[in-house]
């Protein structure tokens, strides 16, 4: 990975191509870029590997105009699968973009919605395809069933295509959540109003040159760094 050293304020926009995304097969995938941020002068401020909290994530996806879409997403979240043979497995929390920044409809049933990411929403899951196949055998009446994830009570909406996930590593996504069932999923952890905590990370795809999307997030960060008294943001890779 080469870092451009083009100073505070700058932004870096990089094409998914390393540990976040290694296999990853999303139509257009050269459009596809990855933000992340350093930040200083915010006390008690803590990133996770360059990460954007709630709040900023929000602020981010209103306001630039060199990426068509952006969405974000968490660490790979360990979860038990309930059921007559409960099992381990891995999801991701996203925001309610995810499928359609990446063009990647779901194989079966619906993606997620604007509105399965308000607070208080009903807590819905969309399933990977290999998730399907191995955990209910390609069920074709998937679609409605209520699971139990960490003995909650959640509904299948979806299955994704076949290749679509998230890795991390070793760790492969099998299913995809909504941000609003991150009390669900992580009850000791209150990520979504925590302004300090940067744990989203995120990825869009661009409408502009890695140039211009450079100058594009250079103006925000320097819009951002203003209403903060003290805070400096330098987007890097």
Do not use: K
Not at 164 to 173: D, L, P, Q, V, W
Not at 201 to 215: K, M, N, Q, W, Y
Not at 222 to 228: C, F, I, L, T
């Amino acid at each position: 990975t080469m870092a451009l050293g083009i100073g505070v304020n700058a932004g870096i926009f990089t094409t998914v191509n390393g540990l976040l995304f290694r296999d990853f097969s999303a139509p257009d995938a050269h459009e596809l870029v990855t933000v992340r941020q350093a930040i200083e002068g915010v006390p008690g401020r803590n990133s996770r590997l360059g990460g954007f909290t709630t709040a900023e994530y929000r602020n981010l996806s209103g306001q630039t105009t060199t990426l068509s879409g952006i969405f974000g997403q968490s660490d790979p979240t360990r979860t038990t699968l309930g059921g007559e043979s409960p099992r381990e497995i891995i999801g991701t929390i996203v925001t309610c973009e995810y499928f359609d920044v990446l063009r990647q409809p779901p194989a079966v049933g619906r993606a997620l919605r604007a509105e399965d990411c308000e607070l208080g929403a009903s807590p819905v899951v969309v399933f990977t395809h290999e998730l399907w196949v191995a955990a209910f055998e390609s069920d074709p009446g998937i679609v409605g069933r209520v699971i139990e994830l960490n003995r909650q009570l959640v509904t299948v909406v979806g299955v994704a295509q076949e290749g679509t996930h998230a890795n991390f590593g070793i760790y492969r996504t099998q299913y995809f959540a909504p941000i609003s069932a991150q009390p669900l999923l992580l009850p000791n952890e209150d990520n979504l109003s925590n302004d300090n905590l940067g744990w989203l990370a995120l990825i869009g795809r661009r409408t502009a040159s890695i140039e211009e999307g450079r100058s594009g997030l250079e103006v925000f960060a320097a819009r951002v760094d203003a209403e903060q008294a003290g805070r400096t943001t330098t987007m890097n890779v």
